[in-house]
């Protein structure tokens, strides 16, 4: 219930309805895979970020935003390996970073570092 409740407010009333692009237009920037979640189809949610991150694989959101769903499903292994790749593109990127995205990237990567820990993995 929690989890729900946390993903509902995480992703609710962030994500606005693209309009359709012209035939000739550029592909643009996916920047989230979110939109219209569904906490009843936490697959589905999976399957268009995967298909996000085939379009765009560089978009650190929308490694942030797999890991969520991924969280949310219990994958905690690809989950903390989406943190880690959003991390590293961060780290790689030319462009400013947003303050808060990174902030929240690191944040996951703590707790997936005391996970495994706990687990005896790390």
Do not use: W, Y
């Not at 729900?4 to 359709?20: K, T, W």
């Not at 935003?65 to 593109?89: E, I, K, M, P, Y």
């Amino acid at each position: 219930m929690a989890l729900a409740l946390l993903a509902g407010m995480l992703v609710g009333g962030c994500q606005a309805e693209q309009p359709s692009k012209p035939v000739n237009a550029p592909t643009p920037l996916v920047t989230s895979c979110l939109g219209g979640f569904q906490m009843d189809d936490l697959k589905l949610m999976v399957e268009r970020c995967d298909e996000a991150i085939v379009q765009t694989p560089d978009q650190a959101d929308l490694h942030r935003d797999r890991a969520l769903v991924l969280t949310l499903l219990g994958d905690q292994a690809r989950a903390c390996n989406d943190v880690d790749v959003a991390l590293s593109l961060l780290n790689r990127s030319s462009q400013p970073v947003d303050p808060m995205l990174l902030h929240e990237l690191q944040v996951r990567q703590t707790t997936c570092k005391h996970s495994r820990t706990m687990a005896g993995s790390d």
